[in-house]
């Protein structure tokens, strides 16, 4: 009963009640659209604006702020800038977790508050509020995302997860946002010709979903010869894209797929356009890029996503910690949009291993690369410095060639004294329902990270 529970809270579904605000709607698709290419001058002063009203309904509405400024000796008048936000100390998860009435609006009412549950994709599930204004946001940031692909909202999209439906159904179509959702799981080669005529029926065209579960789909059409299900647009959500679902997915298919990075918590929101660029959501939240010192990422400096949502009154979060990595970009896009850039999106705490020498190694992804014939593949640690990787091949297997290309950019990120035992399998062994893991991190260390100049400061 627990397990069903669980999987119910992780499906959240789009209801048109939680997001209901016409005006508030219809003002944000005219902002957004114009936005996306002010001056960066004119989208710092849009920044401060929200920033400053959810300041001052921090201090007036939140007991945890209040007592906060108290500690610190901080007032209303000490912040006049957007430079000013780094005299408050970086929060995270069990921050919040510690502290969760504390955080809570004593207004929240006034904002119809929608209760939902993060899958615990950091290590850590739990249950969070979000009022209609963040909602509304998100929902609008989401829009201009999908319309950079071409498409215009009312038109129908599959949205393929790593999930079984509550009901155990092979698909639910939702007609309020037009979507066919489809548990990746119940796709094989028996039953693709039914999905194929479910995608026909709805005139699907676009897809959006898990990386993993789209990959799982291309293979299954690429092994029966389905092509009659092939999108115009892609977008990946949930999950990191690795670099042999992305070169597979879009070789098979001819179509870019665009990355999409957010939080339950509504924190942070990075969008990838079809010309490669991983751009900032500046009017849904400010968004840090910091270095395990406290201090700023530079221009090509890898850092932790740490972000300020601008929306959520019900339980503000101000410079939360995402457990997210990212490096640090100064560049401009050439799709032309001035929103600001990251490089790459790097990974999470949880995807780290501890090498033989002490040091976290995250750039697993890119070694995986090599591995042209790869289904599915994951590591998992269990002791320090030493690692083992599961992989499962596709039908034309994994040679000799294949493992030694692999093995020896692995051995570049985790050094020679580090054990790595490589086990070619017909299944990866942590594989539930849910999310997809590409790191399974069972030190005690990975689940809640050190704490770091980001976070001492807090106390």
């Known amino acids: 009963m627990r397990s069903q529970i669980r999987r119910k809270q992780q499906m959240r579904e789009f209801k048109i009640r939680d997001f209901l605000s016409v005006r508030r709607i219809l003002y944000w698709r005219w902002k957004l659209w114009r936005s996306q290419y002010y001056s960066s001058e004119k989208m710092k002063a849009l920044q401060w604006k929200l920033f400053s009203s959810m300041l001052d309904h921090c201090l007036e509405h939140v007991a945890y702020y209040k007592d906060e400024f108290k500690r610190l000796g901080l007032s209303r008048s000490d912040f006049r800038s957007l430079d000013d936000l780094s005299k408050l100390p970086v929060i995270n998860k069990w921050t919040m977790l510690d502290n969760f009435e504390r955080f809570k609006a004593d207004n929240m009412k006034k904002f ?37 692909t071409g498409y215009r909202l009312g038109q129908p999209f599959a949205d393929i997860r790593n999930k079984i439906l509550v009901t155990l159904e092979d698909h639910k179509w939702n007609w309020q946002c037009r979507s066919l959702h489809i548990p990746a799981p119940a796709i094989n080669a028996s039953n693709i010709g039914y999905y194929a005529e479910l995608f026909k029926k709805h005139r699907i065209r676009f897809w959006r979903g898990h990386p993993s579960a789209l990959h799982h789909l291309c293979l299954v059409m690429s092994d029966t010869g389905e092509k009659s299900m092939m999108p115009e647009r892609i977008v990946c959500s949930g999950e990191p894209v690795l670099e042999y679902q992305r070169s597979f ?3 098979f298919t001819g179509v870019r797929i665009c990355d999409d990075f957010g939080l339950f918590e509504h924190t942070a929101l990075i969008s990838q356009c079809p010309e490669g660029g991983y751009h900032v959501n500046p009017e849904y939240a400010i968004v840090e890029i910091l270095k395990e010192d406290g201090s700023h990422a530079k221009d090509g400096e890898e850092g932790r996503i740490v972000g300020t949502g601008l929306h959520n009154r019900i339980i503000p979060l101000l410079r939360y910690d995402t457990c997210d990595y990212a490096v640090q970009s100064s560049k401009t896009c050439t799709c032309g949009r001035t929103l600001p850039l990251l490089e790459k999106l790097t990974g999470r705490s949880i995807e780290r291993l501890l090498t033989a020498d002490g040091r976290w190694a995250s750039e697993m992804r890119i070694a995986i690369k090599y591995g042209k014939n790869i289904r599915m593949s994951q590591f998992v640690q269990e002791k320090p410095g030493e690692i083992d990787l599961y992989i499962v091949p596709n039908k034309d297997g994994f040679s000799i060639e294949d493992s030694r290309k692999m093995f020896d950019e692995l051995t570049k990120y985790f050094g020679k004294t580090t054990v790595l035992r490589t086990h070619v399998v017909s299944e990866v062994p942590y594989h539930e329902p849910g999310k997809y893991k590409f790191v399974v991190n069972k030190l005690a260390s990975a689940s809640k990270p050190a704490e770091s100049a980001l976070t001492a400061s807090r106390r």
């Open 112 to 148: 119809r508050p929608t209760p939902c549950f993060t899958s615990g994709s950091t290590g850590t599930p739990m249950a969070f509020l979000l009022d209609i204004h963040s909602n509304v946001i998100e929902m609008t940031c989401q829009w201009r995302h999908f319309s950079w």
């Open 249 to 251: 997915i879009e070789s």
